[in-house]
């Protein structure tokens, strides 16, 4: 093969190629939206002692939890779950769209706003599912088991 038809190869590949690997995923923090991960500026439960679901069902048997009440919470860490992914999508839907927008070259600024402020609802709901939870974990638990609970968590950070 003459070296002028494998220059141009390396060219049309390279132009391929190169920006799939320099863009940053849209939204950046896709993955985390896509898995359902939570957040520490999404939690301020946890930052004022809240016991995190994990951490619940984690001291379980040191809690003393029914069945009963061990079954209600892993229903709502479940539906919780489901809840944020399905949000996340969303989000990442959203921030894509926009994007396409800006690349058409279509946008103004009505429709900014107005994509801005769905997404900016999107992310007030996915932070109000991640921090709902922590509301329906003391709903569930006694008292008594509110206040363990709070105590084996303060143990851990020591």
Request: charged letters at 30%; proline letters at 5%.
């Amino acid at each position: 093969m003459m070296p002028g038809r494998w220059l141009l190869i390396l060219t049309v590949c390279a132009g391929v190629a190169m920006p799939a690997m320099g863009q940053a995923p849209i939204p950046a923090d896709r993955e985390q939206l896509l898995s359902g991960a939570s957040t520490s500026e999404s939690n301020p439960a946890e930052r004022c002692g809240y016991p995190s679901p994990e951490t619940v069902l984690a001291k379980k048997d040191e809690l003393g939890l029914t069945r009963d009440k061990l079954r209600r919470i892993e229903a709502v860490v479940a539906a919780q779950q489901a809840a944020v992914k399905v949000k996340g999508e969303e989000i990442v839907e959203a921030e894509e769209q926009l994007a396409k927008l800006f690349e058409a070259g279509t946008l103004n600024e009505k429709v900014l706003r107005s994509r801005l402020e769905q997404i900016g609802k999107l992310r007030a709901d996915l932070r109000f599912a991640h921090v709902q939870v922590y509301l329906k974990m003391k709903q569930i638990l006694s008292p008594n088991e509110w206040a363990r609970c709070k105590e084996l968590k303060a143990g851990e950070g020591k």
